[in-house]
Structures are given as C-alpha cells and as structure tokens.
T-cell receptor, first 110, second 133 residues
Framework: QSALTQPRSVSGSPGQSVTISCTGT?????????GSWYQQHPGKAPKLIIF???ERPSGVPGRFSGSKSGNTASLTISGLQAEDEADYYC??????????FGTGTKVTVL | QEQLVQSGAEVKKPGASVKVSCEAS????????IHWVRQAPGQGLEWMGM????????????????AYAQKFQDRVTMTRDTSTDTVYMELRSLRSDDTGLYYC??????????????????WGQGTLITVSS
C-alpha cells in the first residue's frame, strides 16, 4: 500500500490553470472510478472537492475539475484564485477494503 | 444535525496505548462508513482503517465490521459503544513517529460500493496525540 505519487508543488499566477497529477497502479487508480481529491488549508481539516473521479460536491466552485487516464488521476484548477493556495491530496481505493492517499501537492498562487 | 466530536489531546510515553473516541450524531453510524485518518506534523494524510455496520463479504447491516491498513494491522483496533454511538480507535505500542493529528471521518453511504467508501466528506475536529518520553 504505497502512497500515490503527486508532485511536491505546483504554482501559477491568478487566472491561470494548474493541473496536479496523482499516479498509482493498476490495482488502485487504474481499476476503480471512485477517486477523490481534498483541499487542506493550514491548520484546517481537509475538505472534499472531487469524488468519483470527476464529481463536485455541492458548494465546490466549478473551477475545480477531475479526470483520470490509465493509472493517473488529475485535478485541474482553472482560473486560479488566491484562496486556492493550499495542499491537495488525492485518494483511491486500493482493494481488500483499504484506501490510499497521495503524497500531497502544495499549490502556490504567485 | 450531523456531527463527529472527538476526544481531547493526549500525551503518551513510547510503548503506551491511546484510545481516541469519536461521537457520531445524526444516525451517521447507521448509514455511513467511518474512517480514521492521521497526519503527522508537516506531513501528508494517512488512512488507518475503517469501521462500519455491515459491508463487504457479509454485506450484512447491523454487524460491526472493520478493515485496517496493513501498516497498522497489528497495533490498531476500532470498536463501537452501542449505547452512545461512539466509535473508538485504539493504537498500541506507541512510537514517537505516531505523533500527529488523528481524524475521525465520515465516508460514503453504506449503500455505495465499497470502492466508493473512501469518499471522506465530513471530518471531525481532530485529536492531537503526542508521543514523547
């Protein structure tokens, strides 16, 4: 159950788009279409922003979108805003009733 | 109103055990998977295990079921107090690297497939566990 691989950091200017990758294997990300993404601001609990690969919970802005190709899930933030500066984590089912998070990505708004 | 209220911070010595409680209101235990996720200082999220009332092999609601991450398999136990709708997470043989914030988290509805159960949409306030000699 190794953590899913995410880039350590990504950055962009306000209004730009950034994409965070989440690479797993054929036994987790590649097999199941229930991956999720979480946003965590410093000192706060994580917040669900994407579930079932590409679905947004009520209240999450439309600039957040998710997708998957093969063993890699992706989170795109379009029209980056200052409040999007945070840590982001992906998560996937890993079989045998277990789940695994990604290593986490720090998004910096320049 | 749905809530997940966790017990307060604790300081433990290496080798000791800790038991963190999570009081779930609003019929959460009856309808959802409950997970425990931890976060070491400055580190990422780590899934520890799951508790629910019936899933998987038996798919039999009303029977307590658990599943643990392999890393914690030998040291963690998740249980429920039936009289108070409180879930407990006990971690034994504590080490300094167990220091961190422990979250009780609501997962998906029990009606969803097990692969979707790890959709963590509601988090407790977290319990800080410090392991130090």
């Amino acid at each position: 159950q190794s953590a899913l691989t995410q880039p350590r950091s990504v950055s962009g200017s306000p209004g730009q788009s950034v994409t965070i990758s989440c690479t797993g294997t054929s036994i987790d990300v590649g097999t199941f279409n229930y991956g999720s993404w979480y946003q965590q601001h410093p000192g706060k609990a994580p917040k669900l922003i994407i579930f079932d690969v590409s679905e947004r919970p009520s209240g999450v802005p439309g600039r957040f979108s998710g997708s998957k190709s093969g063993n890699t899930a992706s989170l795109t933030i379009s029209g980056l805003q200052a409040e999007d500066e945070a840590d982001y984590y992906c998560c996937s089912y890993a079989g045998s009733y277990t789940y695994v998070f990604g290593t986490g990505t720090k998004v910096t708004v320049l | 109103q749905e809530q997940l209220v966790q017990s307060g911070a604790e300081v433990k010595k290496p080798g000791a055990s800790v038991k963190v409680s999570c009081e779930a209101s609003g019929n959460i235990l009856s309808n959802y998977y409950i997970h425990w996720v931890r976060q070491a200082p400055g580190q990422g999220l780590e899934w520890m295990g799951m508790f629910n009332r019936g899933f998987g092999i038996t798919a039999n609601r009303g029977h307590d079921s658990t599943a643990y991450a392999q890393k914690f398999q030998d040291r963690v136990t998740m249980t429920r107090d039936t009289s108070t709708d409180t879930v407990y997470m006990e971690l034994r043989s504590l080490r300094s690297d167990d220091t961190g914030l422990y979250y009780c988290v609501r997962g998906a509805s029990l009606d969803r497939p097990i692969a979707a159960a790890g959709t963590f949409d509601f988090w407790g306030q977290g319990t800080l566990i410090t392991v130090s000699s």
